[in-house]
């Protein structure tokens, strides 16, 4: 079994290069895990990150504005539970998404790359807050 310490060539996600790949270990946080690396390809140093880890998807929590209370707990629901109820519940069909459209609350957009999504508030005139199934997005409009 291979020992790893400063000097030594490892793996790791390149956040210049966006790639995995090769790097010397700069600093450790203790014994068994790589602090800082130097891409060998770029020379940028950055913090180590595992290519073998996998990502976790954050779950977005919201917490809904007109809430119940149980047992003094705000009740929660998560991003892709409300994009279901707001669907739902919403009777107009969806309209495909364009920067030149003005759009109000509750209106429903078919954008090209996240999919169907719900107006939930108008930021200012020419943005809005568009609820997709994982997650808010701002988008730009009436231009």
Not at 28 to 53: E, F, I
Not at 126 to 135: A, T
Request: aromatic content about 4%.
């Amino acid at each position: 079994m291979s020992t790893i310490g400063v000097g030594k060539e490892i793996l790791s996600q390149c956040n210049k290069c966006k790639l995995i790949l090769a790097h010397i270990i700069v600093t450790m946080k203790d014994a068994t895990d790589p602090d800082k690396v130097m891409c060998k390809t770029c020379k940028g140093t950055h913090s180590y990150k595992d290519p073998s880890a996998k990502k976790k998807k954050a779950t977005i929590e919201k917490v809904i504005k007109n809430h119940k209370v149980a047992g003094g707990k705000k009740i929660t629901q998560s991003v892709a539970e409300i994009w279901t109820q707001a669907l739902n519940s919403s009777q107009a069909p969806a309209v495909a998404y364009s920067i030149r459209t003005n759009y109000k609350k509750g209106d429903v957009i078919a954008h090209p790359n996240f999919g169907d999504g719900i107006v939930e508030r108008l930021i200012d005139s020419n943005k809005i807050e568009v609820l997709f199934k994982d997650e808010y997005k701002t988008l730009l409009h009436n231009k």
